[in-house]
């Protein structure tokens, strides 16, 4: 069995996000901490994880054969819940060998790992990519990039539960819209999904618009049966993935000083300053309650020599 028969479901807080910008707005805004439920299994990507582990189990696999980048927080949750809970994976990894945190995080954890080259990676949407390693790896089960598809959509329902059972602790009746990062959709779409048209829910990219996030979106939503959901996505990469600049840097280290809540420069920190920009802009009406999920990834700063 991959999945421990406890059925370990971490638990995040959900914590008042105090920063002079919002104040000012009349915006308030809690946070749920997912960067704090494992030091290592940590952020939405356990969430997404849970319902491709289920299919393992059900398939009588023995491990999980994944792909990622060289800094990927997919990959590293899944080589530590590996190791974690004693089951086999395997990493196939973009360009060629480096010796990023992340990537000797993945060999300590136990994991194999096949490095594609750059034209080897772009592969992989093709059909029949995976055969030559499910030859070579015969018992493990093939979870797509970034945990994603209609699987991983459905493990992140859980998140939709953890922020409506501590809405009270909050003095919240109820909020308004989710604001989250967005790599592929997929979290945003299981939220919807959960969520069943009751909030909006605002999407910050952090790939260009072009990355095919809103198809994304729309599969897992037409693979559920339910097509209606009220979301937008928001531009919110600056130039391009993983481009990191100093304005940046900058709103990152004021945040955490000025709220305690550390975020990296990927997904969270841009998702954070997007939502800045946003109500600045006016986008939200005074006495607006906003959820931001802080998916975590902190793992990835290790990455950045730039990163306070
Ligand atoms: C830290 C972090 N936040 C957000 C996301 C985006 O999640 P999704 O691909 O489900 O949109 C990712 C990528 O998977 C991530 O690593």
Excluded at 159 to 169: E, G, R, T, W
Excluded at 284 to 295: E, N, S, W, Y
Aim: glycine content about 12%; aromatic content about 10%; some cysteine.
């Amino acid at each position: 069995m991959l999945l421990p028969s406890s059925g370990w479901l971490p638990q995040a807080s959900l914590q008042y996000l105090h920063l002079d910008w919002l104040t000012t707005a009349g915006i308030e805004v809690a946070v749920l901490r997912l960067d704090q439920i494992d030091p290592l299994i940590s952020g939405n990507k356990w969430f997404k994880l849970v319902e491709h582990l289920k299919a393992a189990d059900r398939a009588g696999a023995e491990g999980i054969i994944s792909l990622g980048g060289a800094h990927s927080n997919h990959l590293h949750a899944l080589a530590a819940a590996g190791k974690r809970l004693g089951f086999k994976t395997v990493g196939l990894l973009r360009g060629h060998p480096q010796n990023t945190p992340t990537v000797q995080d993945l060999q300590a954890f136990g994991m194999q790992l096949h490095w594609l080259g750059y034209a080897g990676y772009r592969a992989r949407h093709q059909p029949g990519f995976w055969i030559p390693w499910l030859m070579q790896y015969p018992n493990v089960y093939a979870v797509p990039e970034g945990g994603g598809g209609l699987a991983g959509a459905l493990g992140c329902a859980a998140i939709k539960q953890q922020v409506d059972a501590q809405l009270a602790s909050l003095g919240w009746e109820d909020f308004d819209a989710w604001w989250l990062a967005c790599g592929t959709g997929t979290t945003l779409a299981g939220l919807a999904l959960a969520d069943n048209g009751k909030r909006s829910l605002y999407g910050a990219l952090a790939v260009p618009d072009d990355h095919g996030v809103a198809p994304n979106i729309e599969s897992i939503f037409a693979q559920a049966n339910d097509p209606a959901a009220n979301y937008q996505l928001i531009d919110a990469s600056r130039g391009a993935f993983a481009k990191v600049d100093e304005a940046l840097l900058t709103f990152i280290e004021q945040t955490g000083q000025a709220s305690g809540v550390p975020l990296e420069p990927l997904y969270t920190g841009k998702a954070l300053l997007a939502l800045k920009q946003h109500v600045e802009a006016g986008g939200f009406a005074v006495g607006t309650r906003l959820v931001f999920i802080h998916t975590g990834g902190l793992q990835g700063r290790r990455g950045f020599a730039t990163t306070p």
